[in-house]
């Protein structure tokens, strides 16, 4: 079955530092999601890339879909404390019948 | 409009019983998918419903079901539980069923969850 991976899984920087995650699928995506979920809460969408190579920015956040479609980054520019969380990527298949896979998830923690 | 919401918010039962949440979708939204986030397996896709009709379902055993009613709401069932259902169940909702790429709004919208512990 379809499997995605994200590195680092867990990564600690201080404010202002840059932080990077990866996520890897096992197969081929029609697209991929970004969700963000702060601790003790939900999920909560912050982006969709739907083209090979696309990349999108979101003031500090830079999002990547890769040529393949295989994989997908998300990088955030001098972080502050409100970024801490965990970020999931979530691909789909191609297909109506394809359901929304999450990777694993990478959780950033930021410190003064 | 209101936010996906979900109940209980938190639940305690023991091995062996059964127990049942409810998720309300977004007004408008006729997807509701449900999920289980653990620590140690992430957030694990447990089915998907659209128009009273599971359109698709992850691998969880038989013991895991749920439906959804003329209004978009959910229910999920777990029978016979088992101290590794303990667990945050998620749901969320969408506005349609997930197919072409192109459908930009196809993002889920979570709820706050049920904090599930199986005693």
């Known amino acids: 079955g379809q499997q995605v991976m994200q590195i680092p899984q867990y990564q600690h920087v201080q404010e202002g530092e840059d932080f990077t995650t990866y996520c890897n699928s096992s197969?081929?995506?029609?697209?991929i999601q970004w969700y963000k979920q702060r601790p003790g809460g939900h999920p909560v969408f912050l982006i969709q890339?739907?083209?090979?190579?696309e990349v999108k920015k979101q003031k500090r956040l830079t999002f990547q879909f890769g040529e393949a479609k295989k994989n997908s980054s998300l990088h955030i520019t001098a972080t502050q404390t409100t970024d801490v969380g965990t970020y999931f990527c979530a691909g789909k298949n191609t297909g109506t019948a394809s359901k929304l896979t999450f990777g694993t998830g990478t959780r950033l923690q930021v410190t003064l | 409009k209101a936010g996906v919401t979900q109940t209980p918010r938190y639940l305690i039962k023991t091995r062996g019983q059964q127990v049942t949440l409810s998720c309300s979708p977004i007004s408008g939204h006729r997807s509701v998918s449900w999920y289980q986030q653990t620590p140690g397996q992430g957030l694990q896709f447990l089915f998907e419903?659209?128009?009273?009709?599971?359109?698709n379902k992850g691998n969880f055993p038989g013991r895991f079901s749920g439906r959804q009613f003329s209004n978009s709401r959910s229910e999920m069932n777990v029978s016979t539980l088992e101290l590794g259902d303990s667990a945050l169940y998620l749901c969320?909702?969408?506005?349609?069923?997930?197919?072409?790429?192109?459908?930009?709004?196809?993002?889920?919208?979570f709820g706050p969850g049920t904090r599930l512990t199986v005693l």
């Open positions: 890339l739907v083209k090979s190579g």
């Open positions: 419903y659209f128009s009273e009709t599971q359109r």
């Open positions: 197969t081929t995506l029609s697209n």
């Open positions: 969320a909702s969408s506005p349609r069923l997930g197919g072409s790429a192109l459908h930009l709004d196809n993002e889920q919208f």
